[in-house]
């Protein structure tokens, strides 16, 4: 089992910056892929971004490319989301997701956290 906590969520304006963390525990957080997923109100959950298990690779939706960047720290098993140039279409819950296999596939992943809210004001 995995655990996944995130944090970092809020309340910003468009234009701002927020950074996301899904703090890991339980089974070896290097061993999984990690990715991050949103779910806007009355819209089904999409797909953000991913990266490989040693950080080497990472991937993203094309509506947060250049503005969103996912990192992690397997020190410390957290998983980062960098959230810069915020629009208000930006605004949904945050999830944190853990796979054995890098994918943009919600059915790919095994492991969820609870979500973190971000809101993003005009």
């Known amino acids: 089992q995995v655990q996944l906590v995130e944090s970092g969520g809020g309340l910003v304006q468009a234009g701002g910056s927020l950074r996301l963390s899904c703090a890991a525990s339980g089974r070896t957080f290097s061993i999984y892929s990690m990715g991050w997923f949103r779910r806007a109100p009355g819209k089904e959950r999409e797909f953000i971004a991913t990266i490989s298990w040693n950080g080497d690779s990472t991937y993203y939706t094309n509506s947060v490319k250049g503005r969103f960047t996912i990192s992690r720290d397997n020190a410390k098993d957290t998983v980062y989301l960098q959230m810069n140039s915020l629009k208000p279409e930006d605004t949904a819950v945050y999830y944190c997701?853990?796979?054995?296999?890098?994918?943009?596939?919600?059915?790919?992943?095994?492991?969820w956290g609870q979500g973190t809210q971000v809101t993003v004001s005009p």
């Open positions: 997701a853990a796979s054995r296999v890098r994918a943009t596939s919600e059915s790919a992943y095994g492991y």
